[in-house]
């Protein structure tokens, strides 16, 4: 089913570091090769062996409007025939920051950079320059990209390898974050107590998503926000998974809580590399070349990346698709946690938006400790069983799944049945690892 992939991937080892381009890709985690991608369209993707999936990793969250859609192609497709990448302003940069701005009331300014690591490091920096302070806090199983300063503690693909912290890391760079425990309030306060004036600023994911979907609980995020207050620190939300994907106006509109500082990626290039990082227009002043905190990238603004995302924005406005978009993953997820109860299979659920996870675990997860106790045996083997159903989840049980506007309800019902299928083998004692 998969003998073409397999080669390929052997021959990519031959060139490429463990023959991808970033680790969680490997599916080292489920303990077999993996695929190599062809092509794909609307919900589905298909492999270089010919297999045809249902696609719920969405290259990791961009593409809510559907993989390859018409009226996303056309526009791109226009911008990139006048031209790839000048290094100088173009009217798109405006235009995709006029609706980010308008989205997002906490938001005046933005600055476009290529990644969400970027973006990350950036306004990072940025809180460290306006705050003239060192420390900055995050949250164990809150990936924040690998910049130095946050592989600490870090989810995503680093817990897939079971690493917290990654070699070529200086100590003296480690020891400038903070760690506390998601949703763990009260250890957040302990240490502001202790380090509260050294803290430039608290980063967190508003609704986690690299290490599965975790929630924030009640008053968490609003106790974040008082402490950074009563402190001098600066908040910054890390949007690039929630941003346009929860809502038009991200978690923090949902949750009602304004940061300082925004990051936001994935959904706003629509699959091409973009990102930014955004503020009230008094903090990106800080910014050169109007200030003295440096920030500079050649292919910030791709004129074929900010084409992409402005048409799959105004796709999102125009539709605005976000209460059907969660009650398709509301019902597919209460569906696989009841299949769950019905098979005996340790199985809880959490779905927000357009975003779920299903852990291996009896009780919903709050924290990274808690989704560590996940079944990764059951995991490997739900994977591998969905795969071979024609079934394309993430390959780590710390990673979110995503649905988009053109899954339809034949493909959550196609998806339903195999994890049935999947939940009676393994309720029998049938695995595949």
Not at 327 to 355: D, F, W
């Amino acid at each position: 089913m998969f003998e073409r992939s397999k080669q390929l991937f052997e021959d990519a080892k031959k060139v490429i570091a463990g023959g991808v381009n970033s680790p969680v890709r490997a599916f080292k985690s489920v303990n077999r090769d993996p695929l190599f991608i062809k092509k794909a369209r609307g919900s589905k993707i298909y492999d270089e062996d010919g297999n045809e999936f249902i696609d719920y990793v969405n290259s990791w969250g961009p593409a809510i409007v559907g993989h390859a859609d018409d009226e996303v192609i056309d526009k791109t497709k226009a911008v990139l025939e006048n031209g790839f990448s000048f290094g100088a302003p173009t009217i798109l940069e405006t235009e995709l920051a006029k609706r980010i701005v308008e989205a997002f009331d906490s938001i005046e300014k933005v600055r476009f950079v290529n990644s969400g690591t970027e973006a990350a490091m950036s306004a990072i920096r940025l809180a460290r320059g306006i705050t003239g302070r060192d420390n900055i806090l995050k949250f164990s199983g809150c990936y924040h990209g690998h910049s130095d300063s946050l592989l600490v503690g870090a989810g995503s693909g680093s817990s897939t390898f079971g690493i917290p912290t990654s070699k070529g890391v200086p100590i003296d760079f480690a020891k400038h974050t903070l760690l506390a425990e998601f949703n763990d309030l009260e250890a957040t306060q302990d240490i502001f107590k202790k380090y509260g004036d050294t803290i430039a600023a608290i980063i967190v994911e508003p609704v986690a998503g690299n290490m599965g979907v975790v929630r924030p609980e009640d008053g968490f995020l609003e106790g974040l926000r008082n402490l950074c207050d009563r402190y001098g620190a600066l908040l910054i939300f890390d949007e690039v998974m929630t941003g346009f994907r929860l809502t038009y106006g991200g978690a923090q509109h949902i949750y009602n809580v304004k940061p300082d500082i925004t990051i936001l990626g994935k959904v706003i290039g629509g699959g091409f590399p973009a990102a930014c990082f955004g503020a009230k227009a008094e903090f990106m002043e800080y910014l050169a070349p109007n200030g003295e905190v440096y920030q500079a990238g050649t292919l910030s603004g791709n004129p074929v990346a900010m084409a992409c995302g402005i048409a799959t924005l105004d796709i999102l406005k125009r539709k605005n698709p976000y209460k059907e978009l969660e009650k398709n993953t509301q019902k597919l997820i209460s569906r696989i946690v009841g299949l769950g109860v019905e098979y005996g299979i340790p199985v809880s659920g959490e779905a927000i938006g357009s975003m779920f996870s299903v852990f291996f675990r009896q009780n919903k997860p709050t924290n990274f400790s808690e989704v560590n106790q996940s079944d990764l045996r059951l995991f490997k083997n739900y994977f591998w069983g969905l795969l071979e159903r024609g079934i394309y989840i993430p390959p780590s049980q710390f990673e979110s799944n995503f649905i988009t506007i053109k899954h339809s309800l034949e493909d959550i019902e196609n998806t339903i049945v195999a994890v049935e299928e999947v939940f009676r083998e393994l309720s029998e004692g049938r695995f595949y690892i």
